[in-house]
């Protein structure tokens, strides 16, 4: 398809488990976001890569979450040893330039659930 | 901190009448605003945007105001249809990065 893809749609995972969020970007779209949101909260940043750049991480909650993109295509968000509070919709984004000035499109999302 | 505020967690409004949802920021570094509109089970899709330098954009039944001053937008839907309930995010970007407010969920009742 032509829009940006996440794998899986849902996903349920115990407590101290790794889980790996796969996110397929638009094809020619330098720049690739990862956000997520908790329940009945907004939008929250993660991480972002811009082409071959180093990527921000700044918003990363702790070093359980880390993401690659490799190729600059397909990223992966990976959450090690997962806790309850980790449970949300975690959501991809891509865009063509460097900037969310522009329009990005989103994926429709991986929701997380930690039991 | 939250930099983005979406202080109306919903919104009811008929059929036919205006919609107006609102937004306020507190960065005044902030160079562009967004709009996105959020059905279930699916990614937010981008709706319309504005430059820090404009105070109005509109596109169709919507309209976007920027009142610098008062760090405050708006997006106004004239009129309203039904198809038009979703979830609305209101979003600020400084660079690259984008802080998105909780969203607004907006119910258009026929």
């Known amino acids: 398809g032509a829009g940006v893809s996440q794998s899986p749609s849902n996903k349920v995972t115990e407590k101290g488990k790794d889980v790996e969020l796969r996110c397929d970007p638009i094809s020619g779209h330098t720049a690739l976001y990862w956000y997520r949101q908790s329940l009945g909260q907004g939008l929250e940043f993660l991480i972002y890569?811009?082409?071959?750049?180093?990527?921000?991480k700044s918003g990363l909650p702790s070093d359980r979450f880390s993401a690659e993109r490799t190729g600059g295509s397909v990223s992966t968000l990976t959450i090690q040893r997962t806790q309850q509070e980790d449970s949300a919709v975690y959501l991809c984004?891509?865009?063509?330039?460097?900037?969310?000035?522009?329009?990005?499109?989103f994926g429709q999302g991986t929701r997380l659930t930690v039991v | 901190d939250q930099q983005v505020k979406q202080n109306s967690p919903s919104l009811s409004v008929q059929e036919g009448r205006i919609s107006i949802l609102n937004c306020d920021y507190t960065n005044s570094m902030f160079d562009y605003f967004l709009w996105y509109k959020k059905y279930p089970a699916e990614g937010p899709t981008f709706l319309i945007s504005?430059?820090?330098?404009?105070d109005k954009n509109e596109d169709g039944r919507f309209t976007v105001f920027l009142n610098k001053s008062a760090k405050h937008l708006s997006l106004h839907i004239v009129p309203s249809q039904p198809g038009d309930s979703a979830v609305y995010f209101c979003a600020a970007s400084g660079g690259f990065k984008t802080i998105f407010g909780a969203g607004t969920r907006l119910f258009v009742k026929a």
């Open positions: 984004a891509s865009s063509r330039q460097g900037s969310m000035n522009t329009e990005a499109f």
């Open positions: 504005i430059s820090s330098i404009k």
């Open positions: 890569f811009q082409g071959n750049s180093a990527p921000d």
